[in-house]
């Protein structure tokens, strides 16, 4: 869905609010004091402003705190504070997991083990803020970034983190810093209407992504203008249905390995809420026993490289010919890595 429903106010995401926090509190440190507001960049452009909630300051530390406003979104973060402690390191940007913000102790995440839950766009959003002020006030810019959520173990438990292996609490988490809430009929029907559209264009070829990396890459594979792009998200079941009864010629798939394996799994709502990787599944699949141990798709894609990639992509559209094919739509299915590198293809 391109445009949040005129009903639902978005949000922004922790890592945004981290960011936030991240500016006031180095704002204190560098001797500009506690800002009542702070202003940042997002990364797409836009510049949200955040009041700040919480300041406490010591010998060569500042520390600030930002409200997360989920807006509409059923987040389970949503009212939690944010906070960012901020001191000199000895060397280059150093973060760290205060209370209630995860470690990572297992493989196949973006983070790898042994580190502060705290991916990789809410690192650079954090770090750009760090370059900026510290090029300003003349700082040399080693400093040590502690985020902590009060209270985030226990809305940890309500959370898929405990299962991946995220010991202690919440992820800092954020690709665009804003969260868009959507209810599935809002959703489901914002996609029809794309079909719709599409076809009174006269489009040939059109693609549904499970979001905006897969969105690009599948896009820049095809050249595929703007409108033949489908906000799939995680409904993959309500894009392929409606073009059962309303086909366009050539529809591809893309999205990331994680997803894309659940599709190949025969699941066409690839929320993690509501379908999760069945590892014992792909054990069988790739005749590897100790896949079963492992904890995500990433960490097989991790462990077999393009092998794995290849069969999700052939599994995903043995499923999507075998329950939608016949129809007037030829399929092909496009598997992407967390980078927007495209890993397997099926066709």
Not at 112 to 132: D, F, K, S, T, Y
Not at 197 to 212: D, F, K, P, Y
């Amino acid at each position: 869905m391109t445009e949040t429903s005129p009903s639902l106010r978005r949000g922004w995401t922790t890592g945004a609010c981290a960011t936030a926090a991240t500016r006031a509190a180095l704002m204190a440190l560098w001797g500009e004091g506690f800002p009542e507001r702070v202003r940042i960049t997002l990364p797409k452009g836009e510049r949200p402003e955040f009041a700040i909630s919480h300041r406490a300051e010591g010998p060569g530390w500042a520390e600030a705190g930002v409200i997360k406003d989920a807006g509409d979104d059923p987040d389970v973060t949503h009212g939690a504070e944010i906070r960012a402690r901020v001191c000199a390191s000895g060397g280059g940007i150093v973060f760290r997991a205060g209370v209630g913000v995860g470690t990572v102790t297992k493989p196949g995440l973006p983070i790898p083990p042994g580190e502060p839950a705290i991916n990789p766009v809410p690192r650079e959003m954090m770090a750009g803020q760090v370059a900026e002020m510290a090029k300003r006030l003349g700082q040399a810019g080693d400093v040590e970034i502690t985020v902590s959520i009060p209270g985030g173990a226990e809305i940890a438990q309500k959370t898929w983190n405990p299962r991946l292996g995220i010991k202690g609490g919440l992820s800092v988490l954020g690709t665009t810093g804003v969260v868009r809430p959507f209810s599935c009929a809002a959703w489901i029907a914002s996609i029809q209407r794309g079909v719709d559209v599409a076809r009174a264009e006269g489009l040939c070829h059109v693609a549904g992504c499970t979001g905006a990396t897969s969105e690009r890459a599948v896009r820049g594979l095809y050249d595929l203008p703007e409108g033949a792009m489908l906000d799939m998200g995680d409904f993959a079941g309500g894009l392929l249905k409606y073009l059962m009864k309303h086909p366009v010629p050539r529809v591809t798939i893309g999205g990331g390995i994680g997803k894309i394996a659940k599709l190949a799994q025969g699941e066409m709502d690839l929320h993690s809420k509501r379908s999760q990787v069945d590892l014992a599944h792909w054990a069988a699949e790739m005749a590897d026993p100790d896949l079963v141990h492992c904890n995500t798709a990433l960490e097989i894609y991790d462990r077999l490289g393009a092998d794995f990639a290849a069969r999700v992509a052939q599994k995903a559209l043995e499923q999507v010919e075998t329950r939608f094919g016949g129809r007037g739509c030829a399929f092909d299915i496009v598997v992407i890595d967390r980078k927007g590198t495209i890993i397997g293809q099926a066709s």
